[in-house]
């Protein structure tokens, strides 16, 4: 077992030896030292981009093979697994030829790969140091685009298991949590690290019984530090209705956004949350640099989420769905990201309202134990 323990002041110490460990030590050193300083008395949602300890994944892995094998190798990988899966779990990833010491393995009672939805938003506190939310989770939606609460149903059922996985995951590592009683899911709440999140209209729906429009508003505001939500049109006809299908917030400053084919029930949607995002003022005080990323259909009318990408560190992940597209969605990463590498992963798993970004999430808070066997 490795323990890692944190001292009053934020220095962590190594009970013993171990690759593992050491890793975590440089990317914990590397975080203080570019994290950004709070300046208010407040919470701050953290940013996807911000410095990571490491990445959540699920077992059973739904995900390329080469990209379990990325991830293990950029940085520590906490596998959330159920305890019967566990012996399983260990052969898949030696069978991929990962380095033990680079695995933590995590008790879950969640079942579907989806840890970006139902997996913690992170949030720092006054003093820099990072907690867990739990927030309610339920499911996914599957709605038209003018849902209303009478309308909404979801798409497998409500999740309990899904829903105490972040009770459980905190339990594991020693990491504080912080009630949220509405729902926040992960893939349908963007933030720019700053004030300002971003959601579609689904996410206030699903809310109408937990909090109104108003009430949501406050709890984010409180709990998470948005003093600024900016709620954005459904984009699909009928479907998830999740922002990070069609949005990726690259920096406070930059926007990535689908470029959906004119005619295609999405375009018109978009385009008009692509003029609404453009009046926006930024932190820095001028306009949003938006950025397009050209999504053909790939399968039927169905358009590929190449915005649904995973940054960690300096490399980012990019979900690839096969054509000519791929290439070019490659090309506008590497402008996005010129002091990044850029690696596409081909799997035949994504799905237009699904993809890399919504089976991962990194971890930006610190442990303070593991109870992984080695």
Known sequence: MIQIL??????????RRSRFAAALLALLTAACAAAPKAER????????????????VVFPFELPDDLVRDLAAQAPLFVLVAEADRAAAADKLRALGVDQPRIEFVPTAARSPWTRDWGPHQVAGPDGAIAL?????????WVPADCAPEHFTYRMGRMEGEDQAVPMLANALGLATV???AIATGGNLLTDGRERAFCTRAQIVENHDLADEAAYRALLRDTLGITDLVVLENT??????????????????????????????EHAPIERNVALLSQLTTPSGSRYRIERIDCPPFRGD???????????????????????????ALATYRALFP????????????????????????????????????
């Not at 990726?248 to 959906?260: G, R, S, Y």
Request: aromatic share 10%.
């Open 6 to 15: 944190v001292t009053p002041h934020g220095a962590t110490c190594p009970t």
């Open 41 to 56: 008395a407040a919470p701050r949602l953290v940013a996807e981009w911000e410095p990571a300890v490491g990445a959540l």
């Open 133 to 141: 939310v739990d927030h309610v989770f339920r499911g996914y939606p």
């Open 179 to 181: 009630p949220l009683p």
């Open 236 to 265: 699909e006809p009928f479907g998830i209705q999740h922002i990070d299908c069609w949005l990726k917030v690259i920096d406070p400053e930059t926007l990535l956004i689908k470029a959906a084919p004119v005619g295609h029930p």
């Open 302 to 328: 169905f358009l590929p989420a190449y915005t649904n990408s995973l940054r960690l560190g300096n490399v980012v992940h990019v979900p690839l769905f096969g054509g000519e597209a791929d290439e070019r």
């Open 339 to 374: 002091s990044c590498e850029v690696r596409g992963y081909r799997f035949d798993g994504w799905m237009h309202f699904d993809a890399l970004h919504c089976r991962t999430r990194a971890l930006h808070a610190v442990p303070t134990r593991g109870r992984s066997e080695r």
